[in-house]
T-cell receptor, first 114, second 111 residues
Framework: KAGVTQTPRYLIKTRGQQVTLSCSPI?????VSWYQQTPGQGLQFLFE???????NKGNFPGRFSGRQFSNSRSEMNVSTLELGDSALYLC?????????????FGPGTRLTVL | QKEVEQNSGPLSVPEGAIASLNCTYS??????FFWYRQYSGKSPELIMS????GDKEDGRFTAQLNKASQYVSLLIRDSQPSDSATYLC???????????FGQGTELSVKP
């Protein structure tokens, strides 16, 4: 099976702009979770989508949003970018998101905000 | 108190030695535990998952879980230079797909 794919791999934006990141899960996986990784804060949970519904949300401002499509592909959007949003954004997919389900990570999107 | 805590390291071991990585968590309702390895510039890749108290072995890796002590560890036997990476402990409760990660332990295996 193909792994989790994320596009684009690299992005450079300026403050105030918005950005949309895309994630295609492993075939058959219905749960997609998003994480932000920074050197200072480590890996932090943003949100999880399952069957086109947001099931969990982390402690991030409303500028961070996401959605999931009927084919389980997911997008996340960050509006009004701030310098502190520079990070590696990781998407992970699992079969159903249950507590025994393993999450498999994509290669990530490296976002730089200038 | 952080929800998941790991020694940040770096942990340095000679080639062929046993590397021991530790993790504690604060939520007693946590149900599943994962160890991921992350090479510099790459995304996390799963090494082990463990759900029940005791040991779970997979090749050179052994995960140990003690829910009473809220402690999970990873042992790497016969450490190789290729094991040099950051090891992330992740904990999942009953909130669907939400993984809570520790800060990671950097492991360096010296030839």
């Amino acid at each position: 099976k193909a792994g989790v794919t994320q596009t684009p791999r690299y992005l450079i934006k300026t403050r105030g702009q918005q950005v949309t990141l895309s994630c295609s899960p492993i075939s058959g996986h219905r749960s997609v979770s998003w994480y932000q990784q920074t050197p200072g804060q480590g890996l932090q949970f943003l949100f999880e989508y399952f069957s086109e519904t947001q099931r969990n949300k982390g402690n991030f401002p409303g500028r961070f949003s996401g959605r999931q499509f009927s084919n389980s592909r997911s997008e996340m959007n960050v509006s009004t970018l701030e310098l502190g949003d520079s990070a590696l954004y990781l998407c992970a997919s699992s079969a159903a998101g249950g507590f025994i389900d393993t999450q498999y990570f994509g290669p990530g999107t490296r976002l730089t905000v200038l | 108190q952080k929800e998941v805590e790991q020694n940040s390291g770096p942990l340095s071991v000679p080639e062929g030695a046993i590397a021991s990585l530790n993790c504690t968590y604060s939520d007693r309702g946590s149900q599943s535990f994962f160890w991921y390895r992350q090479y510099s510039g790459k995304s996390p890749e799963l090494i082990m998952s463990i759900y029940s108290n005791g040991d779970k072995e997979d090749g050179r890796f052994t995960a140990q879980l003690n829910k009473a002590s809220q402690y999970v560890s990873l042992l790497i036997r016969d450490s190789q230079p290729s094991d040099s990476a950051t090891y992330l402990c992740a904990v999942k409760g009953n909130q669907g797909g939400k993984l809570i990660f520790g800060q990671g332990t950097e492991l360096s295996v010296k030839p």
